[in-house]
């Protein structure tokens, strides 16, 4: 009797399985220790909300594997080749810090294993280090900054001061910035790099800007060197005389409510804010609220786009490492970002651009998006790929 | 280079602000290595649960419950691991010691990312010290001079302390020889663990008076180890005087270093200590003549 119930029970188990279903096995390289932390949660949440969502419209099923980075090369590294030579995954996802980025490129390249990079925005990684194996459905630095130059001459500011982290993400986030307004006809009357993640003080800097008679300041900030920049800048009342602009890391509702109120008229242009308004927008946003209790940030986004453009890579039927590379690079869609797609030529996203102002709202701080300005795929930058084969 | 004389003063204003609170940070680490030979790398990270204690403080009773509860339950921190740890840890040597506090940096850091998490908090400045004042005609915030004021206020009640107080006579005599300081009755067991608590408390309230400048993350106990460092092998080892002049000294590097020489702003503390380090080895002012 029991042996019966047991064969029963067996075949039953068999059966229920969906004979054609292809299981794609995903590796997410993110940091869930470390300084970036917050940001490896908000992806992987948003990338979890995406299979939940759309993993129905695929026949494919996805199996994840979570790998913590630390947000260190040589750990990532190490993770990285655990999860292609052990885990044997057909792609991985995720990536927050461009260092981290930079150490695994040679390895996915090499090993041919799909990766699709849900942050880390050093334009070389689609510039002159780009790989057929690497796409990237975050941003890179000067995509975000470059339509802002020239919107901010169009409001006719003509002198800005610039101050940003010395480092490869600052200096390229404000190349992208001071290339477009110069070309409008702007003048850059200060330019300052301050040691990363050794500044505390921005009292000594906020002093330099205030005398170099700016008319505006443009900055690059993220996460707590943003907050301490926003708040010291308020404190030293410059924002009445010298509005503050920036790249939209500078304001993310990630970190907003801890600025406050000093976060306040501060106008950035990011490629997402929780306020676009569209129909798939909306319903991220109360998605994402009713699965963690935040309003999604950019970094959640990135994630739940992600895994959005994994499922649309398998929709075409791909589903080893060759074929979801391939796929991958053709992938477009629209999302809560407004529509995307996938550039061949360089594999980076191309997205819209969105200028917003941070403006008291119901829940604490809220995005008022002043601007849309059009999507444009990046500069060549020195890549060269195979095309893909259809 | 603008020659505003309200520019220079701003930055004056800036040098002495960071110079506060890293002597508010220093002068413990200093006073417990000296009076106990004790390195405690974690004094940062006590620093950073001070920040963290003030912010969540705030959020139930407002900016001045997180100021004087912050230095309290980092103190409370003290007693604890100095019953439970530092005491077992008194005699095993230099090397033993370092090690223990440098694995107590990640465990505390762990336990804040566990109970606060990563995203960083804030914390609201009361009426009182919110705003500007004019000082030589450039407006000013007050939270930075009240900074000042602070570490100024702490370091004259600790002079004070040091030089005319009987306890005060008693720490310097531990300072000075612990074994004989003992051979004269003096209790210097007890006398370590209260300057002990004193030093976490001091922490503690660095971290509080930090809390509403930068912003409250968990590794921000590491990033602000390495200045305390600088400013205690600068100043000398063990003494108020050494840690006030470190301060000063790294303040006023720091900040006119940045806007000098902007490039060589991240290398010319160490520069400095690396001087101090060849012509005087024992920093400017040690405890110890």
């Given at each position: 009797m029991k042996t019966t119930i047991l064969a029963a029970l067996g075949l039953a188990t068999v059966l229920s399985m969906p004979a054609s279903a292809e299981e794609v096995k995903v590796g997410l390289l993110l940091p869930?220790?470390?300084?970036y932390a917050a940001l490896g949660n908000d992806i992987e949440a948003g990338f979890e909300l995406a299979l939940e969502e759309y993993?129905?419209?695929?026949?494919a099923t996805f199996s994840l594997m979570r790998e913590d980075t630390e947000v260190k090369p040589p750990v990532a590294l190490a993770k990285a080749k655990k999860l292609i030579l052990?885990?044997?995954?057909d792609v991985m996802a995720g990536i927050v810090s461009s260092g981290v980025l930079g150490a695994v490129r040679d390895l996915i390249d090499g090993a041919g294993v799909p990766l699709i990079v849900a942050n880390a925005g050093n334009?070389?990684?689609?510039?002159?280090?780009?790989?057929?194996f690497i796409t990237r459905m975050s941003f890179s630095n000067g995509q975000v900054n470059r339509p802002m130059g020239t919107w901010l001459f169009d409001q006719g500011i003509t002198k800005v001061f610039t101050l940003a982290p010395d480092y490869a993400a600052g200096r390229q986030m404000i190349d992208g910035f001071t290339e477009t307004f110069t070309a409008a006809g702007?003048?850059?009357?200060g330019q300052e790099f301050t040691p990363f993640q050794k500044t505390q003080d921005f009292g000594p800097f906020l002093a330099k800007a205030k005398a170099s008679g700016a008319e505006a300041v443009y900055v690059f900030y993220a996460g707590g060197e943003a907050i301490s920049f926003v708040k010291q800048y308020d404190s030293f009342g410059l924002k009445a005389d010298l509005p503050l602009f920036g790249s939209g890391f500078l304001t993310?509702?990630?970190?907003?409510n801890a600025e406050g109120p000093a976060a306040e008229g501060v106008i950035t242009a990011l490629h997402?804010?929780?306020?676009?308004?569209n129909p798939e927008n909306a319903a991220f946003v109360s998605a994402f609220l009713q699965k963690t209790g935040r309003i999604p940030s950019e970094y959640a986004v990135q994630g739940f786009d992600a895994a959005r453009a994994l499922i649309e890579a398998t929709k075409t039927g791909a589903s080893d490492r060759d074929s979801l590379a391939n796929a991958l690079r053709q992938v477009h869609f629209d999302g809560p970002r407004g529509t995307l797609s996938i550039d061949?030529?360089?594999n980076n996203i191309v997205q819209p651009i969105y200028v917003y102002e941070t403006v008291p709202g119901e829940f604490g701080l809220s995005q008022k998006v002043l601007a849309e300005l059009p999507a444009s795929a990046d500069p060549l930058n020195g890549c060269a790929m195979a095309p893909v084969s259809n | 280079m603008s020659l505003d004389p309200g520019f220079w003063a701003l930055q004056t204003l800036n040098a002495l602000q960071l110079s506060m609170l890293l002597f508010l940070l220093s002068i413990g680490l200093t006073v417990i290595f000296g009076l106990m030979?004790?390195?405690?790398?974690?004094h940062g990270s006590l620093y950073a649960l001070g920040a963290y204690v003030a912010a969540a403080a705030a959020t139930v009773g407002g900016y001045w419950t997180g100021f004087f509860l912050a230095p309290v339950a980092v103190a409370g921190l003290g007693i604890l691991l100095y019953s439970g740890l530092i005491r077992r840890m008194r005699?095993?040597?230099?090397m033993a010691q370092v090690l223990v506090t440098f694995g107590l940096i990640f465990a505390l850091l762990d336990l804040t990312r566990i109970v606060w998490g990563d995203i960083a908090l804030a914390i609201e400045l009361p009426a009182l010290l919110d705003g500007r004042v004019s000082v030589f005609g450039i407006g000013y915030p007050v939270y930075r001079l009240f900074i000042i004021a602070l570490g100024l206020a702490i370091f004259t009640a600790l002079a004070m302390v040091l030089k005319r107080t009987q306890i005060g006579a008693m720490i310097r005599a531990g300072v000075d020889n612990d074994a004989m300081a003992a051979c004269l009755g003096i209790n210097v067991e007890r006398l370590f663990f209260i300057v002990f608590c004193v030093g976490c408390a001091l922490a503690g309230l660095a971290g509080a008076v930090a809390a509403p400048l930068l912003s409250v993350t968990p590794d921000m106990g590491l990033q602000i180890l390495i200045p305390t460092l600088i400013v205690i092998v600068i100043g000398g080892l063990g003494s108020l005087q050494g840690a006030i002049a470190g301060s000063l000294i790294f303040g006023f590097v720091q900040t006119f270093g940045a806007v000098l020489a902007p490039q060589l702003a991240s290398v010319l503390i160490y520069a400095l200590l690396a001087a101090v380090l060849v012509i005087r080895p024992m920093g400017l002012f040690p405890a110890k003549g």
């Open positions: 869930f220790s470390g300084v993993g129905s419209e695929t026949e052990q885990d044997k995954v334009d070389e990684a689609t510039g002159a280090h780009c790989s057929p702007g003048e850059i009357v993310s509702p990630l970190y907003v997402y804010v929780p306020t676009i308004d061949p030529a360089t | 030979h004790f390195v405690n790398l974690a005699k095993s040597g230099p």
